[in-house]
């Protein structure tokens, strides 16, 4: 968990770190997941914020939930 500063406001992000030490098939699975979320456009799925992938630690950044899947759930159930 981590903070963006976009020069207006602060948010709460979710900040996924490659390992320095992460073998070329987790470099190729993490650009590929890099890829995916940034052309990735669904109101069920968490918004993809930036990237850092030019120098070690890889870096991907996205929108955090305010809850959790359960407490999600507990809150929308049908009545």
């Known amino acids: 968990e981590g903070e963006v500063e976009d020069g207006a406001s602060n948010s709460t992000v979710a900040v ?3 390992n ?3 073998s070329l ?3 190729a699975r993490f ?3 890099a890829r995916i979320y940034r052309d990735m456009d669904h109101e069920n799925v968490l918004g993809f ?3 850092c992938l030019q120098e ?3 870096i991907l950044i996205f929108e955090l939930c ?3 899947l359960q407490q999600y759930l507990a809150v929308n159930r049908p009545k």
Do not use: H, R, T
């Open 66 to 68: 305010s809850m959790d």
């Open 56 to 58: 070690d630690p890889w």
């Open 49 to 51: 914020v930036a990237k």
């Open 25 to 27: 098939e987790d470099k």
């Open 16 to 18: 996924k770190i490659l």
């Open 31 to 33: 650009l590929d997941e």
């Open 20 to 22: 320095q030490n992460a």
